[in-house]
């Protein structure tokens, strides 16, 4: 299995965009925050590990973030709509029904920033 680790240092962009929230975030220790977040796969390598005498490769990913929003208010919950709407279709539909977790992603564009 791949082993995946995250890039911590954050780029202004990601600062920017963090910022405004910054304060409630940290006035509300232990809350969540829904965001649509973007990945970039940076760093790969490969390293020989040994177990049981038997060599294997680990294959290792390191992810930085490459953009970021959070969603607040209605957008929040409509972000976490599709956050569940994506965790069906990748579960196989323990939450929501597949045909729904379908429907939820393809109008997911039109949910954001219709109310405006």
Do not use: C
């Not at 929230?21 to 390598?45: D, N, P």
């Not at 929003?69 to 709509?81: K, L, S």
């Amino acid at each position: 299995m791949t082993e995946v680790k995250f890039n911590s240092r954050l780029t202004q962009p990601i600062l920017d965009a963090l910022e405004p929230h910054a304060h409630a975030m940290f006035s509300r220790q232990g809350s969540t925050w829904m965001a649509v977040v973007e990945f970039e796969a940076g760093e790969r390598t490969e390293t020989v590990e040994v177990a049981d005498d038997v060599r294997y490769v680990v294959p290792k990913v390191r992810l930085r973030i490459r953009s970021l929003e959070v969603a607040t208010g209605d957008d929040a919950h409509r972000v976490r709509a599709v956050q569940q709407a994506l965790y069906s279709k990748r579960t196989g539909g323990e939450t929501l029904p597949l045909d729904v977790a379908e429907t939820e992603l393809r109008y997911a564009a039109d949910l954001i920033g219709d109310d405006r």
